[in-house]
């Protein structure tokens, strides 16, 4: 079965801090995918970032960076410079076979 | 705007009715799911069709049940509803079955 744990529930930093959320998952697929959804107060759910198992290269895309390794099964994501606009909720999400396995999420907080 | 519509946006109904989401997927995408968002399950994934056919389900209640017609829409119905169904049920939709999938807005349901 496969799993995904977010441990923090809540982080709460002042504008231009960095935020690093955890995400620890669990599978048996040698092929699957990793993904953040952010969930801000309006309620949708707004795709970030998309991994494969056979990529661990780690990448920067404007403030939003994240670190893959498989040898750990984590998969972090970190928010340079927050703004106030951050202020969410972050779910982690695993997949193999279409559906979505999410983690229960991690509010973020971002306070002016 | 992801381009997968919901409607309705807020639906309000009495325990033991009926009622009928909707969900059109983005332009070109063949598979849509379903998921259910409650404070005490988090996110569970629902159902999922791949071009008019059922590909996988999840915890979905024999209650429940959806179907995707050949303009690749979607239908969840849920019958004889009782409180615990409040939730907010979100569509998504992707171009193939291990593709990101991106999220309508959601429909909050409120059985009374």
């Known amino acids: 079965a496969q799993k995904v744990t977010q441990a923090q529930t809540e982080i709460s930093v002042v504008e231009k801090e960095d935020v690093t959320l955890d995400c620890v998952y669990e599978?048996?697929?040698?092929?699957?995918?990793l993904f953040w959804y952010k969930q801000p107060p309006s309620g949708e759910l707004v795709f970030l970032i998309r991994?494969?198992?056979?990529?661990?290269q780690n990448e920067i895309s404007g403030r939003y960076s994240w670190n893959f390794q498989k040898s750990t099964s984590s998969f972090n994501f970190t928010i340079t410079a927050s703004q106030v606009v951050d202020s969410a909720v972050y779910f982690c999400?695993?997949?193999?076979?279409?559906?979505?396995?999410f983690g229960a999420g991690t509010q973020v907080v971002v306070t002016p | 705007d992801s381009g997968v519509t919901q409607t309705p946006k807020h639906l309000i109904t009495a325990t033991g009715q009926r009622v009928t989401l909707r969900c059109s997927p983005r332009?070109?995408?063949?598979?849509v799911y379903w998921y259910q968002q409650s404070l005490d399950q988090g996110l569970q994934f629902l159902i999922q069709?791949?071009?008019?056919?059922?590909?996988a389900k999840g915890n979905i209640l024999e209650r429940f049940s959806a179907q995707q017609f050949p303009d690749l829409h979607s239908e969840l119905n849920l019958s004889s509803l009782e409180l615990g169904d409040s939730a907010l049920y979100f569509c998504?939709?992707?171009?193939?079955?291990?593709?990101?999938?991106?999220f309508g807005p959601g429909t909050r349901l409120t059985v009374l």
């Open positions: 332009s070109g995408d063949l598979s």
């Open positions: 999400a695993l997949s193999s076979w279409g559906k979505l396995q």
């Open positions: 069709y791949y071009n008019g056919e059922e590909r």
């Open positions: 991994r494969n198992s056979f990529d661990e």
């Open positions: 998504a939709s992707s171009r193939g079955v291990q593709d990101t999938q991106y």
């Open positions: 599978t048996r697929d040698t092929t699957y995918y």
